[in-house]
Nanobody, 120 residues
Framework: QVQVVESGGGLVQPGGSLRLSCAAS????????MGWYRQAPGKQRDLVAQITTGGITKYADSVKGRFTISRDNAKTANLQMNSLKPEDTAVYYC???????????????WGQGTQVTVSS
């Protein structure tokens, strides 16, 4: 069984910073790309940032220069969010593309989401 767990959400004032963390655990052979998505009320879930095992990153235009995705190791990913704006308010989800053990089946696994609220 595979689990993906996020942490680090909360309430922050505009202009502030938050750091989200994501950890994959369980019957894992390897983790390829990891990413952060967000979903605001009434809107679709959109990609925020993604990072490959080789460290190649991709960002949504709306967060470029403010957010940074990184990986501590093969099974964890972080999202440093600076200069936060009210429009960044959403539930943030971590995704991990995983080869499971021992069957080596491939799939994308999601965390339960963590709320980020930017408000004064």
């Amino acid at each position: 069984q595979v689990q993906v767990v996020e942490s680090g959400g909360g309430l922050v004032q505009p202009g502030g910073s938050l750091r989200l963390s994501c950890a994959a655990s369980g019957s894992i052979s390897s983790v390829s790309a990891m990413g952060w998505y967000r979903q605001a009320p009434g809107k679709q879930r959109d990609l925020v940032a993604q990072i490959t095992t080789g460290g190649i990153t991709k960002y949504a235009d709306s967060v470029k220069g403010r957010f940074t995705i990184s990986r501590d190791n093969a099974k964890t990913a972080n999202l440093q969010m600076n200069s936060l704006k009210p429009e960044d308010t959403a539930v943030y989800y971590c995704s991990a593309s995983i080869y499971t053990s021992p069957t080596f089946s491939y799939g994308t696994y999601w965390g339960q989401g963590t709320q980020v609220t930017v408000s004064s």
